[in-house]
């Protein structure tokens, strides 16, 4: 998945628009997205995920 499209799926989750599979997805790539991405990371704590170090 390309950054546009993990941004593009994390203005869905924003929007309401995502269903719960899709959220479960959205998870699992957060966890393997690298730390310097600002929407991400704010879509992790949204999420209530823990960041990496």
Not at 13 to 22: D, R, V
């Amino acid at each position: 998945m390309t950054t546009s499209e993990l941004h593009n799926f994390i203005e869905r989750y924003f929007n309401a628009e995502t269903t719960l599979a899709e959220e479960k997805e959205l998870r699992r790539r957060l966890a393997d997205c690298s730390p310097g991405d600002s929407l991400a990371n704010e879509a992790k704590a949204v999420m209530g995920m823990r960041a990496r170090r």
